[in-house]
């Protein structure tokens, strides 16, 4: 069962009108939350209900801020010298690896369909073998920052809660042991990185923001304040006078680096938020301008990280996907708009758009309309010995145009293996339909 989007809402007119359900919310909260919603919550946080009585009010404190005020001042006062960016950067990261010399076609032995769907599924588990290797300790999944412009910028290593997020959406459609394990990790990071009320943020220097937040909010959903829908006011509350979802979310005491090249509404963001809201009167507005974007070819300069069409098309289908029925007039629209970015050899740009725009066309279910058996052939002669898949640009500032850094760019060859792994998944079950 799907959860209402007023949660406690429910239950409070729910406790109103049956003293029965009231008695077992106040015994067994979550025991009883979980059984009216039919979901399953994390069992290492707690949950209390209050009763107030005409002679007793309750007051609840919102929980103390994980940064100190001395913390929370550097983290302003960062943002000019980038002294504090620097400190969110790691050891510099290795130069770019050259891609596999790439075979013509798979493996030899790999003839016939199932042949061909057997080396797929050794590919996967080879490419997670290889991800098990780059997670830190803590779950979290390395990015790599890096300048467009310059090559001879060092490169940093970077673990913000958006990366591990964006990674582990594209790893959940893995059954592989593995990927079960690495995303269970993983939840456990952005647990650990969450502010109160369930907002993220890319680095400590940068607002919260709504990219970070929602993909980090689909992947922790059992989490109580992710459940109850604690973060959905200030959510809702960050909209533009038009009803789409601003980016930033920028309050008095927050650092605001961004106000002098944001680009509000983008259309990831948005499809992001989509997704994790769902289909509701608070997200028409929203669903209504990436309908048009789409449908009109007016993509072009309308987001500020994702340049790339089908980056955008991803996106979207997922909250196709998941918000169901919302955007469900975009199915047919996006399956041309995605088929329509192919080359002569079918390919939808490098092996990471490719992947995106394979698990886009699954989303939308219009998989079947490109050869299967060649991009799995594809995906399998690229991959390294070691497992891994390339480094190749994921998300990023590619111009000046929206600031005077720019030309930022940030990817990795986890990142890549992550989406090419789903994008085998999703392969080798057409060859196996």
Not at 186 to 208: A, D
Not at 395 to 406: A, I, Y
């Amino acid at each position: 069962m799907k959860k209402p989007f007023d949660v406690v809402d429910v239950l409070v007119s729910r406790a109103g009108e049956d003293d029965d359900f009231r008695e077992r919310l106040l015994a067994k909260p979550m025991e009883t939350i979980e059984g009216e919603f039919g979901v399953t919550m994390a069992k290492d946080h707690q949950i209390h209900v209050h009763e107030e009585t005409y002679s007793t009010t309750h007051v609840v404190l919102p929980p103390r801020s994980k940064f100190t005020e001395a913390e929370r001042e550097e983290a302003k006062n960062g943002a000019a010298s980038l002294d504090f960016l620097r400190k969110t950067l790691h050891n510099p990261a290795p130069p770019l690896r050259a891609p596999a010399l790439q075979r013509e076609k798979a493996p030899k032995h790999a003839t016939t369909t199932e042949e061909l769907a057997k080396a797929g599924r050794e590919s996967i588990r080879r490419g997670l073998v290889f991800l098990e290797s780059t997670i830190d300790e803590h779950g979290a999944w390395h990015c790599i920052r890096f300048n467009i412009a310059d090559p001879d910028i060092p490169r940093h290593f970077e673990k913000p809660p958006f990366v591990s997020a964006f990674c582990v959406l594209a790893l959940e459609c893995c059954e592989e042991a593995r990927a079960k394990v690495m995303c269970a990790a993983t939840k456990t990071y952005l647990v650990n990185t969450i502010e109160y009320p369930g907002f993220w943020r890319y680095y400590r220097h940068l607002p919260q923001d709504l990219d970070s937040t929602t993909l980090c909010s689909l992947v922790i959903d059992t989490h109580p304040w992710i459940l109850l829908g604690r973060n959905i006011p200030r959510i809702l509350a960050n909209r533009d006078e038009e009803g789409r979802f601003m980016t930033w979310i920028l309050e008095d005491d927050e650092p605001d680096v961004v106000s002098r090249f944001r680009l509000e509404a983008d259309p990831v963001v948005n499809a992001n938020v989509i997704a994790y809201l769902g289909d509701c009167p608070e997200t028409r507005d929203a669903q209504r301008w990436l309908e048009a974007l789409i449908t009109y070819g007016k993509l072009k300069g309308s987001s500020k990280w994702y340049p790339d069409e089908v980056a955008i098309y991803y996106a979207t289908a997922r909250a196709v996907m998941r918000a169901q029925p919302a955007l469900d007039r975009l199915r047919p629209i996006l399956a041309d708009r995605i088929l329509g970015l192919r080359d002569d050899k079918g390919n939808f740009g490098n092996l990471l758009q490719t992947a995106q725009g394979m698990s886009a066309l699954d989303n939308v279910g219009c998989l079947d309309r490109i050869d299967a058996k060649r991009q799995v052939e594809r995906f399998t002669s690229s991959q390294r010995e070691d497992g891994s898949w390339p480094e190749l640009l994921a998300f990023g500032d590619q111009t000046l145009k929206w600031g005077t850094v720019g030309r930022i760019g940030h990817g990795s060859e986890a990142v890549t293996s992550a989406f090419c792994i789903e994008a085998l998944e999703r392969l080798v079950a057409i060859l196996r339909a």
